[in-house]
């Protein structure tokens, strides 16, 4: 049985002008461990949006908070997991809006769900913060040709 390799760990701040950088280092680390271009596609919308949601919600618009990213690979499937240190959120109240309402926003969670094979949250080692969990099959559909 072969374990989770870690492809990257990185710290950046709860800024949206971190946004950038984090859809770079995800792209690029992908890419180097040849994922095909759709699946990179999906994964970086899917962590963009928790990222965003984690700046917004977690941290309260604050731009001094940290996350953490990490992606791991076991065979045919990439996990992502997201730390933050801000308060534990409730995660029951984590849920998309209704899709017929016409009004920016609230979509992160609906597009999250339907990107990733599965989204969890779950406890942290030290018991504070929050650590937001994802994870996507390499199917055959997404390999190249």
Not at 5 to 22: A, H, M, W
Not at 56 to 67: D, N
Not at 103 to 114: I, S, T, Y
Request: proline share 3%.
């Amino acid at each position: 049985m072969h374990g989770n390799k870690l492809l990257v760990e990185t710290r950046f701040r709860s800024d949206p002008d971190q946004l950038r950088n984090i859809r770079d280092t995800i792209r690029a680390v992908l890419q180097k461990n040849n994922c095909p271009g759709q699946f990179i596609d999906d994964l970086v919308l899917a962590v963009n949006e928790a990222c965003a949601n984690i700046m917004q919600h977690a941290y309260k618009g604050k731009c001094t908070g940290e996350i953490i990213l990490a992606i791991l690979r076991e065979q045919d499937e990439i996990t992502v997991r997201l730390t933050d240190f801000a308060e534990p959120v409730d995660t029951s109240a984590c849920k998309s809006r209704q899709l017929d309402e016409l009004r920016p926003g609230g979509l992160g969670v609906h597009f999250m769900n339907e990107l990733m094979d599965d989204v969890r949250f779950l406890e942290t080692d030290a018991g504070v913060g929050n650590l937001l969990q994802m994870k996507k099959k390499i199917s055959t559909r997404h390999q190249k040709n």
